[in-house]
């Protein structure tokens, strides 16, 4: 699914708002026990095999795949960019939508009817390393306060009645990212390659 990115938050009775965590997107397909997590772009994600193997006790279907993000937590329950990016801490598949599960495609259906599925396959424990992203109905602007105050990346808004198109070349997420977010300073350092020196 495709974002769009405003500069404002805002309220909307058709609008759910989820919030915009810090890691890499990514799909997890579930089969026969087996899990693959697979990048925006069509790669597998082979350093984090370890974190894909532990998906699979902890999802309750047969077979599905779901859409969310790899996240490093601290003990607060905050994203960790820099430890994501040097595989330190424990890390976290953290689903917030799912297009298929025990041979159903749910793709046409609502969001609200997706996230009702989703909730209904994520284990709900404390030490599971597969969670569930969950929402906040029609109050955009608070919860976007709340990130700021809390220093996390951003909030993301989606409509409640919206399909999963991802071939569609309009954006049906919007993105609304906290401007004084502090993990983004620096960043750019981190995809730099590596200079040889003299």
């Known amino acids: 699914m495709r974002l769009e990115r405003r500069n404002q938050a805002f309220d909307h009775p058709d609008w759910i708002f989820e919030l915009k965590l810090d890691g890499f997107r990514a799909l997890a397909y579930i089969k026969s026990n087996e899990c693959e997590l697979v990048s925006r772009n069509g ?16 999802f309750k279907g047969k077979d599905g795949i779901l859409d969310g993000e790899i996240v490093s937590l601290d003990e607060r329950g905050g994203p960790q960019f820099e430890d994501l990016m040097f595989r330190r801490g424990e890390l976290f598949f953290v689903a917030f939508d799912v297009l298929w599960v025990d041979g ?83 960043r750019e350092d981190l995809f730099e390659p590596s200079i040889a020196r003299p």
Do not use: M
């Not at 390393?129 to 929402?135: F, K, M, S, T, W």
């Not at 608070?142 to 999963?164: M, P, T």
């Open 43 to 58: 790669n597998t994600f082979a350093s984090f095999r370890e974190l894909a193997l532990a998906l699979t006790p902890e």
């Open 104 to 186: 159903t495609d749910l793709r046409r259906d609502s969001l609200e009817e997706r996230k009702r599925a989703l909730r209904q396959i994520v284990r709900r424990r404390k030490t599971s390393r597969l969670r569930y992203l969950d929402h906040v109905a029609e109050h955009g602007r608070e919860l976007f306060r709340l990130v700021c105050a809390n220093d996390l990346e951003g909030i993301v808004a989606k409509h409640r009645s919206g399909v999963y198109d991802s071939e569609s070349r309009k954006p049906h997420w919007i993105k609304i990212k906290n401007p004084a977010y502090t993990q983004v300073e620096g």
